[in-house]
C-alpha cells in the first residue's frame, strides 16, 4: 500500500513539475520576444486586431481542432505592406485523449496581392496515394518537379493554374518545405507544429517577405 501511495506521489510531483516548467519556460519565451520585438522597432500584441482575425478566422489552419488561442502577436505595418507574426495553440481531442499543437504563423496582408484561393504544402508519398483514390491536386505535367514537389489545391482550378505560371513554380520550388494558404489579398505562411524562437524573428519575416515578392509579382 505505502508503495502504491509512493509512485502515484511521485507521479503526481512529476506532472506538478512539468506544469511549472512549461509556464516558466513560456513566461521566458515572452520576455525574450518582447525583448527582440523592441529592438526591431515593432509592435507586440496579446490578440490579432479585429481586420487580421477576421481574416484568419477564414483560413483552414483556424478551423483546426478547438480551445484555439493566439499569442505574442508581432505587428509591421508599412501601409502597403502589413505583416503579423504571431503563436497559434489548438487542440485536438481523441475520446479521453487530448493532444496540443504549437506553432507559429505569419500573416501578411497587401492590396498589391490578387491571388486565387489556394493551399499549397509539401507533398508526400502518402498523398500521391491518396491521389490514386480521387483525392485532389492541382499537377503541371509541364513541370513534374513542382508537381512533385507540392500539394497545390484550390476550388477555381484554372485560375489557380493561371497565377501559378512558371516563373512563380521556379521560385517556390526553392521553398519546399513551405505551407501557404492564401485569401485574394492575404495568405498565411507557417510550418507545422514549428515555433519560432526570438532569434528566428527576423528570418521568418524575412522569409515571408521573400514569398510575397513571388506572389505579387506581375
Request: contains cysteine.
Amino acid at each position: 500500500m505505502i508503495y502504491m501511495v509512493l509512485i502515484w506521489g511521485g507521479m503526481i510531483l512529476v506532472g506538478i513539475g512539468a506544469i511549472a516548467w512549461g509556464i516558466l519556460a513560456e513566461k521566458k519565451r515572452r520576455e525574450t520576444i518582447a525583448q527582440t520585438v523592441e529592438e526591431l522597432g515593432l509592435r507586440l500584441a496579446s490578440d490579432l486586431d479585429e481586420s487580421d482575425r477576421n481574416v484568419f478566422d477564414t483560413c483552414q489552419l483556424a478551423q483546426q481542432g478547438h480551445s484555439r488561442q493566439v499569442s505574442n502577436v508581432i505587428v509591421a505595418d508599412s501601409g502597403e505592406l502589413r505583416m503579423v507574426l504571431f503563436d497559434y495553440l489548438y487542440k485536438i481531442s481523441n475520446g479521453k485523449n487530448s493532444t496540443t499543437y504549437k506553432q507559429s504563423v505569419v500573416l501578411v496582408r497587401s492590396p498589391a496581392l490578387r491571388m486565387p484561393e489556394f493551399t499549397i504544402s509539401p507533398e508526400g508519398f502518402f498523398h500521391r496515394i491518396l491521389e490514386m483514390f480521387g483525392a485532389k491536386d492541382i499537377d503541371f505535367e509541364e513541370d513534374r518537379v513542382f508537381s512533385d514537389l507540392f500539394l497545390l489545391r484550390g476550388t477555381r482550378e484554372q485560375e489557380v493554374r493561371s497565377f501559378f505560371n512558371a516563373q512563380r513554380r521556379q521560385q517556390f520550388a526553392k521553398h519546399a518545405n513551405i505551407h501557404l494558404e492564401s485569401k485574394a489579398s492575404a495568405f498565411l505562411y507557417y510550418r507545422p507544429r514549428h515555433r519560432w524562437n526570438a532569434d528566428g524573428i527576423k528570418q521568418a519575416m524575412e522569409q515571408a517577405f521573400e514569398v510575397y515578392r513571388v506572389l505579387a509579382a506581375e
